[in-house]
């Protein structure tokens, strides 16, 4: 109410509306205070709110949110383990549910290793319930990527799905499911994007970025979720209806990893190649130095020249 009213809104008006005490609307009014909001009360006029404040909750998620499947259902934790487990926990929850976290304290990545998410970054998770089979879940990362690269200026994808900014990662992307073998239950995306992050230890910040550091700018963090939901959702749908095959042409075009020399290692094998296209099935295909082509699956592709970290 505060924020569709062009003034003033005095709190008889807002009591009467809703049905409550004065106390109570004066009691909620402190809580949305809490959470952020400005709201100037004069005990003649009412209350009055500040319509840009920048607020990070599940309403203002919500609010600048266009979309039909993704983020019917958004839960929002001011702290959590990780946004990845929460999704699991609740995997009775709508096809489409998202799990945002302001911190998450054991935030993972891929590989096992830590995911450092303090206050300044965005990270949350996608609860997906697709029909398609397990091995064709990989590719929703790939559609991730790029949604997500597709929201950030300048970004590129580094095949599979680490988003660079400036020669550094500025979000990765871990996703899991629970399947039978060839029945899927449910997958979680989990998507960790380096915002608002002023500084990495000095044991990152070669390798990391953020969109503050390159932009110089703050970006306040539901209008960006939103963005990066509405992304998702466009790219994911046309995934469902045609395959990644309709994503493809866009992939290629932000896929940095082309053209470039990169290192596969194969069981404890490594070798050098260039890349040169992903297929419609995802696979990066290399040339090798005799000129065959190759599917890569899975396994680690470093990228020799163009970052500093394999
Ligand atoms: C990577 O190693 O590149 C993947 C990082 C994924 C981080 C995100 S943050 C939200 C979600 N919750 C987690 O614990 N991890 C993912």
């Not at 809490?34 to 209350?47: A, C, F, L, V």
């Not at 039909?68 to 001011?78: H, K, N, Q, S, V």
């Not at 300048?154 to 979000?171: E, M, Q, R």
């Amino acid at each position: 109410m505060l924020l569709s009213s062009d003034g003033y809104l005095s709190g008889e008006d807002i009591s009467e509306a809703l049905g409550v005490s004065r106390t109570a609307v004066w009691k909620h009014i402190n809580k949305l205070r809490e959470e952020g909001y400005k709201i100037t009360s004069s005990t003649n006029r009412g209350y009055l709110i500040e319509k840009n404040a920048e607020v990070y909750s599940a309403f203002e998620i919500k609010r600048n949110l266009h979309t039909e499947l993704i983020g019917r259902e958004i839960y929002f934790y001011d702290e959590t383990l990780s946004t990845n487990a929460a999704a699991k926990d609740c995997r009775e929850a709508a096809d489409g549910a998202v799990f945002v976290a302001v911190n998450q304290t054991g935030g993972r990545g891929r590989l096992g290793r830590s995911w450092v998410s303090g206050e300044d970054g965005v990270w949350f998770s996608l609860l997906l319930k697709p029909d398609i089979l397990p091995a064709e879940v990989s590719l929703i990362t790939l559609v991730a990527g790029l949604a997500v690269s597709a929201v950030i200026d300048g970004a590129g994808i580094k095949w599979p799905n680490d988003i660079i900014l400036s020669g550094k990662k500025v979000c990765g992307i871990l996703t899991e499911m629970s399947s039978e073998v060839t029945s899927l239950n449910y997958v979680v995306c989990g998507i960790g994007i380096n915002l608002n992050i002023k500084e990495f230890p000095a044991e990152l910040s070669d390798k990391a970025t953020s969109v503050y550091i390159e932009t110089g700018k703050l970006t306040p963090k539901a209008q960006f979720l939103a963005s990066v939901l509405e992304s998702f959702e466009r790219y994911y749908l046309i995934f469902l209806e045609k395959g990644f095959d309709g994503c493809i042409d866009e992939y290629r075009k932000k896929c940095i990893t082309l053209g470039k020399d990169v290192s596969i290692v194969r069981n404890g094998e490594s070798f050098q190649a260039k890349a040169v296209d992903v297929s419609p099935a995802g696979e990066l295909i290399i040339e090798r130095e005799n000129g065959d082509l190759e599917a890569v699956f899975s396994g680690e592709v470093s990228v020799r020249g163009l970052l500093g970290y394999s």
